[in-house]
């Protein structure tokens, strides 16, 4: 299996799209990463983890799935990076392979020591931008494949037949 775990405030912190949403609310732009995150493990198949750092909040760390990814929040006084060692330790295995995405260059070097690959925030912000066109590609081939009658049919014949299909009066 390959892993993805992603420093959360740090992407944020990186794109220009989920800047200006923190701007306005850093609840949208958590939850638009989510989103962006949860179309990219489904493109490319990797076990997606997104880490935030709550290291000023009182209590125990939090866990959540959505989009079937997981969602840390990290416990008190645990920073991001730790919590991404950490789990960087346990999943690392011979069989498995994991990538954490962070532009924060100590982090980088630290899980390099772990044997964990990195992605900066420009190389996953290219890969997921590739992966938006390589879909709105296959969507245009699909729309401009429209499904033929086998009977051949006048055009106004087939208009009364959509509009009877369609349901439109």
Known sequence: MIYLVVDGYNIIGAWEELKKLK??????ARDRL???????????????????????IKGKES?????????V???????????????VKELQNVRDKVYVATSDYDEQRTIFGS???????????????????????????QKQMKPTSTIPLE?????????????VK
């Open 23 to 28: 701007e306005k609310d850093m609840a949208q």
């Open 34 to 56: 989510i989103d962006i995150m949860a179309e990219y493990q489904a493109y490319f198949g990797y076990q997606v983890i997104i880490v935030f750092d709550a290291y000023y």
């Open 63 to 71: 866990k959540y799935r959505k989009y079937k990814l997981d969602v």
């Open 73 to 87: 929040f990290t416990k008190e006084k645990e920073t991001a990076d730790e919590c991404i060692e950490r789990l």
């Open 115 to 141: 044997g964990a690959l990195r992605k900066s925030a420009r190389e996953l912000l290219i890969e997921i931008e590739s992966m938006d066109q390589e879909i709105h590609d296959h969507l245009q081939v």
């Open 155 to 167: 055009p106004e014949v087939q208009a009364i037949f959509e509009k009877w299909r369609r349901d």
